[in-house]
């Protein structure tokens, strides 16, 4: 396993950043993506929504890869607990290309907190 | 002809409202994209839409099965997908706890009947996860599952996954998978851990007789062929020849693109003359000044009466100098009408920069493609800006499409299918090589051969799709 990216939790406001590129390493075909849920604000629409995009000629060109959008309030497991983050998991082609990069476009319709990771495994 | 399983892969999440990845789809005839939205939550957040290539024109939701606490499946299919590779979207009305989502594209499947009559089931607790499909020999089932068991499932009946994630969320299990036909086809999973409750469902694919099956509006009947490698040339005098793309041949009706773009010293707009071969018309020609060296784009098109040789272009003398050059490249579509213009070519340019849209276009007919192609004055290895495509897809881009030889240039060629008439804009291309360079954009509209769809009493009866 391989961590990408790892930031500590803040606050977004609205808008779009881009994080990375970062290099996958070579032998890792899994992404899994983490946005903890810090009291998102219920605005009855998606106040998240992020896209990875992946790069095989070592950042030279980018393809979209995958992505989500995720709502705000509190969602319960079955425990009844609130669930503590939003993620996504898919797979990564071409596990031996040393030239695959990731980079991350995380666009914010409110204002919200979050810690992120990207990692790979 | 058999179905074949073309391509298939997925994605998962926990507290997502959409799921999107990409999905291939080959060019193979008589094809069909079916797509699972399973969920698991403490109600009913069956997806509320199915998206391709960022059109939810065409899709059929074939199944959907919740059961209470905790699981829900629900199928989709779409009739003759665009080939390439796109976005698959899906929707929740909400935010489920869980989320699955996979697809799985095939081809060889029957075109206006594509699907039997689907069967569906959820029980509370149970330690296997089973129903009974109706189908038949020479058909193909497709089932997928939302289990409770956290520890895996498997498939079972001799079934073949195509794609399985256990334990979303520290909590279910999904998959999809497939059966051979038979009259009656057992669809199932062991649980691991049980008892333990699930949803299940599926459907039967039936398959084409062979020929051109009936198709389904408004679904266009436009197809992409293919690409031909970029060809070039220096020499006044000289020809460059458009090759064909890889193991096609010139084939009757068929749409051929030719597109040739450079760099020239005449100091105002100068195409090269007419392609050899017959039944050529001039789409558009776009001259961009850009210092001695001027880029100049021109397209060509015709109708291929079949068996033709790759075209040449001749190399106009102000395009041989040292820092000249010519390119040409052919692409071909299909089911495009006898007179194929939808829309008359919108030409556009603009000065360096590494990212520049064209002026978009405004399409006459349902059903007709936009074809975005340009050229860049340097060796850019054109490509389309991430999250700007448009819902367009590269059919010409990167190093392949561009050239060092005497005048350095790039072309790009884009395309999207457009269902309802209307004004399309188009894609952000990227210089994503040596930019900031100037530009030179053509956009045109290919109109439908809805002809090519079989007679009106072969197409489904409108009662049966509404019972759809």
């Known amino acids: 396993?391989?961590?990408?990216?790892?930031?500590?939790?803040?606050?977004?406001?609205?808008?779009?950043?881009?994080?990375?590129?970062?290099t996958v390493p070579t032998g890792l075909t899994q992404l899994v993506i983490t946005f903890t849920r810090e009291a998102w604000p219920d605005t009855g629409a998606d106040v998240l929504r992020i896209t990875a995009d992946l790069s095989l000629d070592g950042g030279a060109n980018w393809a979209f890869h995958c992505g989500f959008t995720a709502r705000g309030g509190t969602i319960l497991d079955r425990g009844g607990s609130p669930l503590g983050a939003s993620f996504m998991r898919i797979a990564l082609p071409d596990p031996s290309n040393a030239g695959r990069r990731l980079r991350l476009n995380v666009q914010t319709f409110a204002s919200l907190t979050s810690a992120i990771t990207m990692d790979v495994t | 002809m058999a179905i074949a399983l073309d391509n298939a892969t997925g994605t998962s999440g926990t507290g997502v409202s959409s799921l999107s990845w990409n999905h291939t789809v080959a060019n193979q005839s008589d094809r069909l994209l079916f797509v699972a939205g399973n969920w698991g939550a403490s109600s009913d957040y069956g997806p509320s839409g199915v998206t391709f290539n960022g059109s939810g024109t065409g899709w059929v939701q074939v199944f959907d099965r919740y059961q209470a606490n905790w699981n829900g499946v629900s199928g989709w299919y779409l009739v003759a997908p665009s080939v390439g590779t796109f976005q698959v979207v899906v929707t929740y009305p909400s935010a489920p706890l869980?989320?699955?989502?996979?697809?799985?594209?095939?081809?060889?499947?029957?075109?206006?009947?594509?699907?039997?009559?689907?069967?569906?089931?959820?029980?509370?607790?149970?330690?296997?996860?089973?129903?009974?499909?109706?189908?038949?020999?020479?058909?193909?089932?497709?089932?997928?599952?939302?289990?409770?068991?956290?520890?895996?499932?498997?498939?079972?009946?001799?079934?073949?996954?195509?794609?399985?994630?256990?334990?979303?969320?520290?909590?279910?299990?999904?998959?999809?998978?497939?059966?051979?036909?038979?009259?009656?086809?057992?669809?199932?999973?062991?649980?691991?851990?049980?008892?333990?409750?699930?949803?299940?469902?599926?459907?039967?694919?039936?398959?084409?007789?062979?020929?051109?099956?009936?198709?389904?509006?408004?679904?266009?009947?436009?197809?992409?062929v293919g690409a031909g490698a970029q060809a070039v040339s220096t020499t006044s005098g000289g020809t460059v020849s458009a090759a064909w793309p890889a193991a096609y041949t010139a084939t009757a009706g068929d749409l051929q693109v030719l597109i040739a773009a450079g760099k020239h010293n005449n100091g105002t707009s100068l195409a090269p003359n007419t392609p050899s071969g017959t039944?050529?018309?001039?789409?558009?020609?776009?001259?961009?000044?850009?210092?001695?060296?001027?880029?100049?784009?021109?397209?060509?098109?015709?109708?291929?009466?079949?068996?033709?040789?790759?075209?040449?272009?001749?190399?106009?003398?102000?395009?041989?100098?040292?820092?000249g050059g010519l390119s040409a490249q052919t692409a071909i579509y299909r089911g495009v009408f006898a007179t194929p213009e939808d829309a008359a070519a919108v030409l556009s340019d603009a000065a360096a920069a590494t990212?520049?849209?064209?002026?978009?276009?405004?399409?006459a007919d349902d059903g007709a493609w936009v074809l975005s192609i340009v050229a860049s004055a340097d060796d850019n290895a054109l490509g389309l800006l991430s999250g700007s495509e448009q819902g367009f897809a590269e059919r010409m881009s990167g190093a392949s499409y561009d050239t060092t030889s005497g005048g350095d240039h790039a072309v790009g060629l884009a395309d999207k299918r457009i269902d309802s008439a209307g004004a399309v804009?188009?894609?952000?291309?990227?210089?994503?090589?040596?930019?900031?360079?100037?530009?030179?954009?053509?956009?045109?509209?290919?109109?439908?051969?809805?002809?090519?769809?079989p007679p009106i009493e072969q197409l489904t009866p409108l009662r049966t799709l509404i019972l759809r």
């Open chain 2, 425 to 453: 804009t188009c894609p952000t291309w990227n210089q994503t090589l040596v930019g900031t360079d100037a530009w030179a954009g053509i956009t045109w509209a290919i109109r439908a051969n809805w002809k090519s769809f």
């Open chain 2, 98 to 224: 869980l989320a699955y989502a996979a697809s799985a594209s095939f081809y060889g499947v029957h075109q206006s009947t594509p699907v039997g009559t689907p069967t569906t089931d959820g029980v509370t607790a149970g330690t296997i996860a089973e129903i009974s499909v109706t189908s038949a020999s020479g058909e193909l089932v497709v089932g997928t599952v939302a289990s409770d068991s956290q520890e895996g499932i498997s498939i079972r009946n001799s079934g073949a996954t195509l794609y399985e994630v256990e334990n979303i969320g520290a909590d279910c299990s999904y998959d999809i998978g497939t059966w051979s036909g038979a009259s009656t086809v057992t669809v199932g999973w062991n649980q691991t851990v049980t008892p333990n409750s699930y949803a299940v469902g599926g459907v039967s694919v039936k398959p084409s007789s062979g020929g051109a099956e009936g198709h389904q509006p408004p679904v266009s009947p436009i197809s992409f």
């Open chain 1, 1 to 22: 396993m391989a961590n990408l990216l790892s930031r500590t939790s803040q606050t977004y406001p609205a808008g779009s950043r881009t994080f990375g590129p970062a």
């Open chain 2, 279 to 323: 039944g050529w018309t001039q789409i558009g020609t776009r001259f961009r000044e850009v210092g001695t060296y001027d880029l100049q784009l021109t397209v060509w098109a015709r109708i291929l009466a079949g068996g033709e040789s790759a075209s040449t272009v001749t190399v106009p003398a102000a395009y041989s100098t040292t820092s």
């Open chain 2, 355 to 363: 990212t520049w849209t064209p002026t978009g276009i405004t399409t």
